[in-house]
């Protein structure tokens, strides 16, 4: 089984922003999720999309109007825009393929990518 396999972090000052890239190849058409984990904590939902051809988009309050979750099905890449970053955002970041509407992750975990937000 095929991990996705996340890019984009790194160090930005509150109020900055970056964009999280998760080739998924294997899981092109899929719904799929990015999730944080933050250090000694669980990993949490951040955001999800539909399946490819249902932009359907489903937001944790801790984001919403924030961030915003995309994909590009030609080359089976999920977006995760973040703005107006926020010092509680430092986390390391995951994708995964998930059940529908749900956070249910079914696809192997990836090294995830870092982000740091400095006040």
């Known amino acids: 089984q095929v991990q996705p396999v996340e890019s984009g972090g790194g160090s930005v000052q509150a109020g900055g922003s970056l964009r999280l890239s998760c080739v998924a190849a294997?899981?092109?058409?899929?719904?799929m999720g990015w999730f944080r984990q933050f250090p000694g904590k669980t990993r949490e939902g951040v955001a999800r999309i539909a399946a490819t051809g249902n932009d359907r988009s489903y937001y944790a309050d801790s984001v919403k109007g924030r961030f915003t979750i995309s994909r590009d099905n030609l080359e089976k890449i999920v977006y995760l825009q973040m703005n107006s970053l926020k010092p509680e955002d430092t986390a390391r970041y995951y994708c995964a393929a998930i059940m529908c509407d749900t956070w249910t992750s079914y696809s192997r975990w990836g090294q995830g990518t870092q982000v740091t937000v400095s006040s």
């Open positions: 294997a899981y092109g058409s899929a719904c």
